[in-house]
Every structure is written in C-alpha cells, then in structure tokens.
C-alpha cells in the first residue's frame, strides 16, 4: 500500500537558532525588525544572493504589522486626496500579494451604501476611476447598486434612508499569518531570523556602519546571552521605533536625531458576524466628522474601525481612548441595522501607524506622507519607514535600490519578489475557503497536513484551534510565548479575548511540553483583560 509522505516544515527550534547566531561573524545584511517592512528586505535580499540575518526584538509582526485593518488595497481614501501614483502602486501590489500567497490574501467585495440620492454617482465615478487605475491588476468591476440589491449583498445595513450603494473590489489579508510566513519563506531560502532578539546597539568603524549587537531577549537573567555581527550593510525597519536606533547611529557621531516618525494610533472592534451577516465588507467613505469607517469580515467575525489619533509616546500594547471606541460604535450605529453596544465587542486592538514627518511639524496625523522614506545616514544606516502593509515588496526592492545607490552594496541581481510563491501557498487556481470563514486549517496552505499529522490534531481548543497547531507554532514557526500561539499563529486575542483568556492555560501546558516554558502565561491573561476591555 503506498503512504502519503508530508512534507517536513524546517524546525524553528530556539537553541538551535541562538547557537547560528553566535557562531555567525558576517553577513551582507543585517535587518533590524520583524515587521512587514524589515521581512520583505529579508527575503528579496536572500533571493538576490546575499547573507542575510534579521533581528526581531520580540515576535514577528509583534508590532503594528499585525494590527492592520487586514485590507490589501490601492487606498480608496488616498484617491480622493488626488495621490494618485500611491493608489496606482498600491493597486498593482495588490495583485502582486494575492497572487503570492492565495491562502493568505484574497479578493474581497466592498459596498459603499449610499444615504443621498447624489451618493451613488459621485462615489461611483471615484471608484470607476479606481478600477481604471488598475487596469490588468483589478479584481472585478466597480457597479452601481439599487436599494434591494444592496440590501440583498449586504445584509445587516440599515435600511432606513438607503437609496443604494456602489460595489467595488479590493482584497484582505491575515498580516500576523503573513509576516510569519515571509519569516519562514526567508528562513527556507537560507536566511537566519531571530525573534525575542533585539540588535542593542550599531558597531561603527570610521566613522562607517560596520554591524551590530544582538542580546536574547529571553535569556535569565543570570545567563546573559549577547553577541556581535559584522556587516556590509544594516536596515533599520523598526516601524514606530526607527528613531531609537538613528539616535544610536548619530550618537557615535555625537548629534541628536530629529524623530522622522510621527505615530498615529488606529483602533478596532471586533464583534459577532451576526452584525454584518455578509461575505461583502461596508466602507463608509466619509463619517460625520470627515473619517472613513470599514466593517470587514473577517475570520468569522467583523471588524470595525478606524481611527487616526497623533500620540507622542510609542507603546508596545497601545491603550484605546474612550473616544475613539465611542466614535467606531456612534457610526457603526449608523450604517448597520442592529448598533453595536460596548458588551458585544469581543476584542478591542490598537496599531501605531507609522507616519513620516515632513520636515516642518504637521500637527494632525491626517496630513502626513502614508508613502514610504527610506532614508541612508551619513554612516550609512538605512532606515525604512511608513507605507502600508499592502506595498511592503515594493518598498524592499526600493530599499535595497537605495543600499546599492549609496555604495553599501555591489550592484545586485534582478528582484524576484514580484512572482515569488510564498510557503504554502496553494496553486492559484485552485479555489480556496475565504478569510472571512472561520479560522480553521485553509491559513496553512499547503502545509496543512503536516499540522495534520501532529499529536492533537483532533482536539479543538475553540475557533478552530487545535493542540497540533499549537504543537506546530511551537516546533516550525517560531512561538515562544502564548501571546505568539494565540495573537499571532492563531488570531483567537483578537477576535475573541475571553475565549483566548480561557484557552490559554491549556496552550502554556503545550508549550511547556514542547519548549520547556510556561510562555509567559500571566503575562498574557493581563494582555487579554486589555484586550476585552471597551474605555468609556
Ligand atoms: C490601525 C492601522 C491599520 C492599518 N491598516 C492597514 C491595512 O488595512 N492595509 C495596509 O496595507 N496597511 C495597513 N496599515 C499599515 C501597516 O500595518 C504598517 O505600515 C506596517 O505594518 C508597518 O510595518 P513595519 O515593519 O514598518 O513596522 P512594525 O510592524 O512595527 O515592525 C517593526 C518591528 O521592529 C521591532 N523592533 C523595534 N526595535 C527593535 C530593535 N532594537 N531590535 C530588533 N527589533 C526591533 C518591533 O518589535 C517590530 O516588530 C495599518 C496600520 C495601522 C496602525
């Protein structure tokens, strides 16, 4: 009888990856965050051929590149702003992400419903235009709908005043899922990435960049791990962090930075998909006080949001304000049939955008670049920042032209990112369950069966979570903690944090059994409380 053989993900196992680096003298590249910015260098760099190591000072995407609103997009908003070579970049980049990884990124339907008779023509031709800056790369046509028909797509709008609505197309994504799996794409083709890692300070030589020093960040206290490596040329993609590392770049010199980033919180609800019962996410391209509003399924659950608050300190796990949960449920009120109340919200995540300054202080956030700097210091550290999510491998094939420009590195290879499966990504053809669906294997690609093939494959923790995922997590995708397993490899925190909270002390007696640690539960169940938590 002839045997199905699963292929064997690499193992991501801690002393194995810790042993690497210290062994590790040199590379090419070190890049310095494990966020959308930092892994799309990884990878596009090591396709080119050069020795790469990346650096994460907590978890991949543990950062603002996995609190996104999840769409993969052109940017409607920036349209109407007239930025229109952002929108056209982004639309092809869409293309480029859903076609990379179909498991992880799809297509996804949007209606506008309209209020006012001139709603429908005037957001219609907006959009036209958008489907026409798309060209190749769209993913369906832009129609007008009348009000039965909006009614009949998207079930759960309200239907007082409707005249219609205007369909058009975008995508979503899972970022948390993607950014790991850039990190394990990287990582196959021959990469090293550590998370819980982060680089503590940039070594200069004459005035010149010449590496940096690590520390493990999960190291005891009394065995201190560090180390150093040589380097060609560092990345700082750190996101809202940038400004720590150019202030230990110029330092050495002995100047003080000017901060290039100012970070803009976004908020999210997330409630049952009773609310929003339809496979079609609503926008709401201008809220009462001049705000976009999206309610996108996802996952099995919808979320709501967003806001763009200027905050002058960067945390790891931002707080919500009062207003801002206040304002999402005042105009989700508006466009959907049942009002949300604060006792339906099921989670609640805040992300930090972050934003470019223009050289003269803005103010307000709304006003700042959302396209991408990429910046190279009189030492010659190259700091990438801002952009979004959905143009993350444009923005590494300009960094690297950046890195090449500067004479930092030789002249490289063609980009191979724009065409370059990522793992587990199944045949494009091949239909595939939607990321609106509960959670479930589909996130795995190809690779479901050998998550399959663990030890509690058929023990559900809750929203599709199995013991073998979380055994999976631990041994192939880099999971040390609980906050990994159930914000990240699962997104159970962020679409149910009671459930994730209950759920928990079952993951930390896995991980025990796998990597020999608790994963920081406590931590974790005070992360949870946050995450429930609606401010008033
Ligand atoms: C509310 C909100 C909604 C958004 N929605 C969308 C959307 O729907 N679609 C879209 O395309 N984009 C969206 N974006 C934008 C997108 O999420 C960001 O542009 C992107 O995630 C930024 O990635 P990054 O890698 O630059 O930053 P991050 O993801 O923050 O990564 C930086 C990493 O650097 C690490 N780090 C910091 N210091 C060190 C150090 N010393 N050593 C090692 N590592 C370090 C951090 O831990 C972090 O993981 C949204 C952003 C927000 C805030």
Redesign the pocket.
Known sequence: MSQTTVPSPAVTNRAQLLAELVSLEAVDLVV????????GVALDARLRGLSVLL???????????????????GGVRYLAQGNIGLVRE?LHERRALLNNAPHLAQPLAFIMPAYRPWEVPFYGIGLKMYDALAGAASLGKTRWLGKSSTLAQLPGVNAQHLYGGVKYWDGQFD?ARL?LTLARTAAAQGALLVNY????DILHEDGRICGVR?KDGLAASDQPLEGQVRARCVIN?????VD??RQLDDAARGQRVRPMVAP?????LVVDRSFLPSDHALLVPHTRDGRVLFAVPWLGHVIL???DTPRDHVE?EPHALAEEAAFILRESAHVLARAPQAADVRSVW?????LVRPDADAGSTKSISREHTVRVSPSGLVT?????????RAMAEDVLQHCVQAGLLNPLPKCQTARFALLGAPDRQQPWPSLGASPGLQCYGTEAAAVQALPGADIELGLGLTEAMVRYAARYEYAQTVADVLARRHRMLFLDATLAAQVAPRVSAILQQEIRSDGNLDAFLALAAQYKRVPT
Do not use: M, N
């Open positions: 310095i965050g494990g966020g959308a910015s930092g892994l650096l994460e000072s907590h978890d991949f995407a543990g950062g603002t590149s996995s609190r996104a609103t999840k769409l993969v997009h982004a970022d950014a890692c982060p680089a503590v690590w993609a750190t996101g809202v962090w720590a590392l803009s919180q976004g908020v999210h949001g967003t806001t790891r805040v992300g930090l955008r972050p990438v920042t801002g952009g979004k999510w959905t143009t993350y």
